[in-house]
């Protein structure tokens, strides 16, 4: 049985992690490469590290940044943030990132997910999806939660998946940094119906709603942020925890 895996997320702005609610009220959490060492440190199984800001104002990802983490972190790292062409992936892996995560550019040109899988690897490719719960569906949303589109988001992953995406990191917006759980139903929906791995963001606020997205929604992995940059869970804790509800998780 495959172990489920701990990976906290840092959202960058400005070469500095910060964390919001809602995607709102954005504020500072700190060094991402001291805290991303940290994290590794703990017993984390990922990291991913995401340019709020890339796609929105139209630069590329740091691959000097990505360079400072890669000789600081010793486990997996996952980067996204205004991935659009080859040549930003080449950059970031050469750098030293071990997957890279599209999101709007992908969404925009589907095509750009069989071309890189082509060019890398199905395992190097995560598709991230922000969606949000409202007229009764869950919807994707693009530009970091900016711009809604009419697809929804169960569609819109199965197709990514068919056109060689590797992983679906999945965030709902309506939890995200509320703290009041994950969302199970869309989650599970997708855990349950694609042959790839299925990260659940979004809600992460006590550990007991790790135990529900695992054992309920079937997620292979869960991502949190807030939770982790201001001390309320620390990840050893929490895997002792999950190991003493049946959780597989590797220590």
């Known amino acids: 049985m495959l172990t489920k895996r701990i990976i906290p997320c840092l959202d960058i702005k400005d070469g500095r992690t910060v964390k919001g609610i809602n995607f709102e009220n954005i504020r500072d959490a700190g060094d991402p490469i001291e805290l991303g060492a940290l994290y590794a440190s703990q017993g984390a199984d990922e990291l991913v590290f995401l340019d709020i800001t ?32 080859v040549e930003d992936v080449n950059v970031l892996l050469q750098s030293g990132a071990d997957k890279i995560s599209v999101n709007t550019a992908a969404f925009k040109n589907p095509g750009l997910v069989d071309l890189l899988a082509r060019e890398f690897g199905s395992q190097c490719i995560v598709l991230a999806i922000d969606t949000r719960f409202e007229d009764g569906d869950w919807y994707v949303y693009l530009n970091g939660g900016r711009v809604k589109t009419d697809r929804k988001a169960f569609d819109w992953a199965k197709e990514a998946v068919n056109r060689g995406a590797g992983e679906i990191l999945l965030t709902s917006m309506n939890n995200d940094g509320t703290k009041q759980g994950f969302a199970l139903d869309i989650t599970a929906q997708l855990s349950q119906n694609l042959n790839v791995p299925v990260i659940a963001s979004g809600g992460a606020g006590t550990m007991e709603h790790f135990v529900d997205v695992f054992e309920n929604a079937q997620a292979d992995a869960a991502l949190a942020a807030s939770i982790f940059h201001y001390k309320e869970i620390e990840i050893p804790e929490l895997k002792t925890f999950l190991y003493g509800k049946g959780v597989n998780v590797r220590f």
């Open 54 to 85: 890339a796609t929105n104002e139209r630069r590329k990802t740091l691959a000097e940044l990505v360079t400072r983490i890669a000789r600081h972190v010793n486990i997996p790292f996952t980067v996204g943030g205004g991935i659009a062409e």
